[in-house]
């Protein structure tokens, strides 16, 4: 099986329980690989996602922030945490 990372969170304590259903959220991530943040969108009441086409036995780290789909303003970005892959097939990390 291809690595992956699965992400999970709790929505943004303040927002209206009427908001909730309707959040859009965005994921970023980046690996101790590679220069760049990646970016995942999505506009899902669900609170875990799995990330993937990741590097194997690889350490990412990753952050999130939240909105209500009608507003232009963001939650503040979470706290980054990190989580590694791990190794594809038979090879161990």
Same mark, same amino acid.
């Not at 099986?1 to 943004?12: E, I």
């Not at 590679?34 to 990741?54: C, H, P, Q, R, V």
């Given at each position: 099986?291809?690595?992956?990372?699965? @992400?999970?969170?709790?929505?943004?304590r303040y927002m209206p329980v009427s908001a909730q259903k309707n959040t859009r959220c965005q994921i970023r991530y980046?690996?101790?690989?590679? /220069?760049?943040?990646?970016?995942?969108?999505?506009?899902?009441?669900? #609170?875990?996602?799995?990330?993937? /086409?990741?590097?194997?036995?690889? /350490?990412?780290? @990753?952050?999130?922030?939240? #909105?209500?789909?009608?507003?232009?303003?963001?939650?503040?970005?979470?706290?980054?945490?990190?989580? #590694?892959?791990?190794?594809?097939?038979?090879?161990?990390?």
């Open positions: 099986m291809p690595p992956k990372l699965r @992400v999970h969170w709790k929505k943004p980046k690996s101790i690989k590679e /220069n760049g943040m990646k970016d995942y969108f999505m506009e899902e009441d669900s #609170a875990t996602i799995d990330l993937t /086409n990741l590097w194997d036995c690889t /350490n990412y780290t @990753v952050d999130i922030r939240c #909105a209500h789909i009608g507003s232009k303003f963001w939650s503040e970005w979470s706290t980054k945490k990190m989580g #590694a892959t791990e190794g594809h097939g038979e090879q161990e990390c």
